[in-house]
């Protein structure tokens, strides 16, 4: 019981990131508020939708979602390591009022609890092969 509730609410999670990422993108691009190059708009907009679809399968339960989750959340916290350390530098991120290292450190402690509880055997037996 808990642990479904739990997946559901990583699931809402996931959906709030992804629909609050699209409309910041879409937002701050009407507003002419952060001129992104294209890579850098298009790259935003495949992550949040897929960050929206990752909430839509765990919802289901479907496991593509859980394996895409898994996947995404540590290579999150490898890149996110990797930034606060200095080793890797990323340009045209959108304007935003948290100062970048709180969100950092806020990701990382989010995904790596994602990919620890996922991982775990009594969650992963939720998710259903198609």
Not at 21 to 36: E, N, R, V
Request: proline share 2%.
């Amino acid at each position: 019981m808990i642990a479904r509730r739990a997946v559901n609410i990583i699931a809402v999670t996931e959906l709030l990131i992804g629909l609050s990422t699209i409309s910041s993108l879409i937002t701050s691009s009407l507003l002419d508020a952060c001129k992104k190059p294209l890579n850098v708009f298009l790259f935003v907009l495949v992550a949040s939708m897929t960050s929206i679809a990752i909430g839509m399968g765990l919802f289901k339960r479907w496991r593509w979602a859980w394996l895409l989750l898994v996947f995404f959340s540590g290579y999150i916290v490898l890149t996110k390591v990797l930034l606060l350390f200095g080793l890797l530098i990323f340009n045209g991120e959108i304007i935003t009022f948290i100062p970048s290292d709180i969100k950092n450190y806020i990701s990382i402690f989010y995904h790596a609890f994602v990919v620890v509880y996922f991982t775990r055997k009594n969650v992963r037996r939720q998710f259903k092969v198609q």
